[in-house]
């Protein structure tokens, strides 16, 4: 049996030194601003799994009204949604994501993206994807005033 969850995440830009992306840490002329470590990726990632499994959403699990959540590692909150998952009796068949931001150039940071969020949730790289859009120049995205992502994720029955 499969089931399919999306997750979408969206952080404002301020002037910064690096953006935490997909569990790495890219340098880079702006930082994403959030409660947590604002990791725009793994956080749609969170919900596109709970999602799937009806389990919730990454603020319910992990409220910012909690001050134990700030300055939070998201790949912390990533493994815990994987956990609920597998204590659920789901595993993650495959994850494809979208990250929209106009800079920086996200391709070349891809290699290092996938193996981190396969080593986060103990998956093959093949079953995690990424591409990258910007926004043309126009509107929040385009004019770096903020960054998004998107993941849709197929989880199955453990056999
Ligand atoms: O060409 P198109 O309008 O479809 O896409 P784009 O947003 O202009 O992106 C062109 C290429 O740059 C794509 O292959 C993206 O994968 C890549 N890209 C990137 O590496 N980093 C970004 N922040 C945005 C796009
Ligand atoms: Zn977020």
Excluded at 18 to 35: E, F, M, Q
Excluded at 123 to 148: M, N, S, Y
């Amino acid at each position: 049996m499969h089931r399919v969850g999306i997750g979408h995440d969206t952080h404002r830009l301020e002037a910064g030194t690096a953006l935490v992306l997909g569990g790495i840490t890219i340098p880079h002329d702006k930082s994403a601003i959030g409660h947590s470590d604002a990791d725009v990726l793994l956080h749609a990632i969170t919900d596109a799994l709970l999602g799937a499994a009806a389990l919730g959403d990454i603020g319910e699990l992990f409220p910012d009204t909690d001050p134990a959540n700030r300055g939070r590692d998201s790949a912390e909150m990533l493994r815990a949604a994987a956990d609920r998952l597998a204590a659920a009796g789901w595993q993650v068949a495959n994850l494809d994501c979208v990250i929209f931001a106009q800079r920086p150039k996200i391709l070349p940071h891809r290699p290092a993206i996938r193996r981190r969020i396969a080593e986060i949730l103990g998956l093959d790289e093949q079953a995690v994807w990424l591409k990258a859009k910007t926004g043309e120049g126009v509107g929040p995205i385009g004019e770096e005033r903020a960054i998004a992502a998107e993941c849709v994720a197929l989880v199955e029955r453990r056999a």
